[in-house]
């Protein structure tokens, strides 16, 4: 609700005002990922009397945008609100700069909103907010020496913030990291904008699913770093990491798989990796060696965190990148598939489509003779056709 700035029994003729500046949303999303908003302010005329527009004494405003420009393609079609209609508005690229000309008369004890979308290009830190405007408000010169110029002047600035978080279930803590895309005021360099896979975006907080996929549910599919292959208990692996890492920035990788499926990474054994250390974009190959003892009855959780050496898997890092996976891990293959003639010591058990044997001392081209074990061992001739497997 807007509220109207009176001077009290004395009011003067004429007091035009400009107050509350405000910057939406605060922080804003940093100029990597899009950042945008609304600033907005108030404008008044608290005076007992008409302010009318007189040519060549007018009233104008002066509105310097900072870290950022207006958000639509034609910067007047970014101004708004009630009051915008009042005034007649150009836009200085060079300056980053809006003029508006009193073009109405301004009525007396009353007040509007202004506003105008932003969009964020450069980036500024929260112990120096400088996304954000200022507003000089110049009186029309016949109200000289009768209006109050406190209020002639207000500005509003803020901050860009970026974070990202894990999106596997509750239960294993939060996780998240601050992304980092302050650069070097020297170099120009980013500082430490590093994270998994080609891609990073942001998110407002953290979306734990079961899929591990809220983060893709409610943003882009970022979730790129880590390409597993087929797990199987007691097998070794090769896992490649990809990682980016702008300029002279660096990383530090460690990574955690939830191999017994109870909803926690601190179990002996379920830190997979780390610290690994990354001072340039590329891919590191882990070797994993998956337990014989992992879960095959449903599905496990994997975490993987570049940014500090930190090696916890839940808590706040303050650049990089967090990534949950969703595993499916399946028990090793006892049977082997064999071809044709199999070459088979004697004794050994054989299954063949619905029929227990055992291995034949006579091979035949394309047919092969077994002792039936369902047949009290009665000697069967089956014709091969395709594959069947060998149970060793």
């Known amino acids: 609700m807007l509220g109207f700035v009176f001077l009290g029994a ?42 009318k527009r007189v040519a060549d004494q007018e009233m104008t405003l002066m509105i310097t945008l ?112 601050e992304i980092d895309v302050f650069k070097d005021p020297g170099s120009g360099n980013y500082l430490n904008y590093v994270y998994l896979g080609r891609s990073v975006d942001a998110e407002p907080s953290g979306f734990h699913t079961s899929g591990a996929d809220g983060d893709d549910l409610n943003g882009s599919d970022d ?60 891919t590191k190959t882990l070797t994993l060696i998956v337990p014989t003892e992992a879960e095959i009855s449903k599905p496990v959780y994997a975490r993987f965190r570049l940014g500090e050496n930190k090696g916890s898997p839940a808590g706040s890092h303050e650049w990089g990148e967090v990534e949950d996976y969703l595993l499916t891990i399946r028990e090793k293959e006892t049977d082997q598939e064999s071809k044709i003639d199999p070459v088979l010591p004697s004794g050994v058990p054989v299954k063949f489509q619905d029929y227990d044997y055992i291995t034949p001392a006579i091979y035949a081209a394309g047919s092969v003779v077994f002792k039936s074990m369902a047949d009290n061992r009665q000697e069967k001739t089956k014709t091969i056709t395709d594959k069947f497997s060998v149970t060793p």
């Open 10 to 51: 004395g009011a003067q003729k004429w007091n035009p005002y400009a107050v509350r500046a405000a910057v939406s949303p605060a922080p804003m999303l940093p100029h990597e990922f899009g950042g945008n908003g609304e600033l907005t302010f108030v404008l008044g005329n608290s005076g007992n009397e008409v302010m």
């Open 66 to 177: 900072s870290y950022g420009v207006p958000a639509d393609e034609d910067p007047l079609a970014s101004v708004g609100g009630p009051w915008a209609g009042k005034f007649r508005w150009s836009y200085d690229p060079s300056l980053g700069t809006y003029m508006a000309v009193q073009k109405e008369d301004i009525p007396a004890a009353s007040e509007g909103l202004v506003s105008i979308r932003y969009k964020v290009t450069g980036n500024s830190r929260s112990s120096a907010p400088a996304n954000g405007f200022n507003v000089n408000l110049q009186q029309p010169p016949y109200t000289n020496g009768v209006n109050l110029t406190h209020d002639d002047d207000v500005s509003a600035y803020t901050f860009v913030r970026a974070y990202d978080y894990g999106d596997a279930p509750a239960s294993y803590g939060e996780a998240v990291h």
């Open 223 to 282: 979730e790129d770093g880590v390409v597993f292959p087929e797990l199987i208990r007691g097998d070794t692996v090769a896992l490649p990491v990809v990682v980016t890492i702008h300029e002279g920035g660096y990383g530090v990788l460690n990574a955690w798989i939830d191999w017994n499926g109870d909803g926690d990474f601190t179990d002996p054994g379920e830190k997979i990796a780390g610290p690994v250390d990354f001072f340039e974009s590329g």
